[in-house]
């Protein structure tokens, strides 16, 4: 099992920056893929970014790449989603969620949510224009 506590959320301007953060307890944080994802009202939950075990490796979606950064503390067991140049499209509810099953070796970093079997319960960004 394991539980993820979302925070950070909140209000900002266009052009401002949030830093979420996702707490990851109940199994070895360091032996699973993480991912951010996204979703706005009326809408599915969307690829934002992921990261490897050892945070070597990450992926991101086109729409925030150059302007989000995802990273890992595995001694703090947190991963952390830096958001800059935020933009009023970037207004949804962010989850981080947990890979536990893909093996490492395979390399891969989904973008499907489905690949994820551990969520958190999100936290709130909103960008006003």
């Known amino acids: 099992q394991v539980q993820l506590v979302e925070s950070g959320g909140g209000l900002v301007q266009a052009g401002g920056s949030l830093r979420l953060s996702c707490a990851a307890s109940g199994r070895t944080f360091s032996s699973y893929a993480m991912g951010w994802f996204r979703q706005a009202p009326g809408k599915e939950r969307e690829f934002v970014a992921a990261?490897?075990?050892?945070?070597?490796?990450?992926n991101y979606a086109d729409s925030v790449k150059g302007r989000f950064t995802i990273s890992r503390d595995n001694a703090k067991n947190t991963v952390y989603l830096q958001m800059n140049s935020l933009k009023p499209e970037d207004t949804a509810v962010y989850y981080c969620?947990?890979?536990?099953?893909?093996?490492?070796?395979?390399?891969?970093?989904?973008?499907?949510?489905?690949?994820?079997?551990?969520w958190g319960q999100g936290t709130q960004v909103t960008v006003s224009s």
């Open positions: 990261i490897r075990w050892s945070g070597g490796s990450t």
């Open positions: 969620g947990a890979d536990t099953t893909t093996p490492y070796a395979s390399g891969v970093l989904w973008t499907s949510p489905y690949e994820y079997d551990y």
